[in-house]
């Protein structure tokens, strides 16, 4: 299958893309896209990738699946695209970089910024039918992003990983942590920071001291 995808990326992932479990998931993806609204758009489906370059990753955060509202998923996880209202997760993310590193509450909530400075904004099921959370779950592209955290894992080193709530912590199973930071904390959601596991965390912070400890520079959050 002919996947559209950063050419770094494309000859590390080229093998997941030949898979039977990947035509599967690229027949249902092409199926809903053309039945249903869905989201993020079409040509940006694979954007985190396109956004960080596998030889420029220095930080993974995991999210779960795409935002289901109209115009809010831009293929990066947690980030919506300009002039979008902030999602609870994105207002309780950016209040605690506030309260971590003293950064003033931005206006955007898009996070290419981010994936430019080497953030891969990776979710782990990267497509889903409008207003229809999860929607597209199980179909494969837990498989695939499994497989993107193995190959990240294997071939990189001294990454930071940011695993936020269980669903994210699962995905870690494939993180070698002798070699890697992994961080985990409670998802950003309101249910879940209001419960005292997310404010506090410092994840950014100790993200940047660690970059710095490896001599690569830090993300300015």
């Known amino acids: 299958m002919n996947v559209n995808i950063d050419p770094g990326w494309k000859a590390r992932l080229q093998p997941e893309f030949e898979k039977p479990y990947f035509e599967s998931l690229a027949g249902f993806v092409r199926n809903e896209y053309t039945q249903h609204k869905c989201y993020p758009r079409g040509s940006e489906i694979f954007a985190a990738f396109d956004h960080c370059r596998f030889d420029d990753i220095k930080v993974v ?52 910024r981010w994936a430019d400075q080497g953030v891969l904004l990776l979710n782990a099921t990267l497509t889903v039918r409008a207003h229809q959370a999860g929607s597209h779950q199980n179909r494969g592209w837990e498989t695939f992003t499994d497989a993107v955290i193995q190959k990240v894992s294997e071939e990189k080193e001294n990454m930071v990983f ?41 994840h950014f912070s100790k993200a940047n001291g660690y970059l710095e400890s490896v001599g690569k520079a830090a993300i300015q959050w």
């Open 61 to 112: 955060i995991i999210g779960q699946d795409p935002y289901h509202g109209p115009g809010q998923a831009n293929g990066l996880c947690f980030s919506v695209n300009d002039g979008i209202a902030h999602p609870p997760s994105l207002i309780n993310i950016f209040r605690e970089i506030e309260a971590d590193l003293g950064t003033p509450y931005p206006k955007s909530g898009n996070l290419e």
């Open 162 to 202: 940011m695993l936020w709530g269980g669903y994210a912590k699962k995905k870690g199973s494939k993180i070698d942590r002798s070699k890697h930071l992994v961080l985990e904390t409670g998802h950003p959601s309101p249910l879940s920071a209001n419960r005292g596991f997310w404010f506090g965390n410092k």
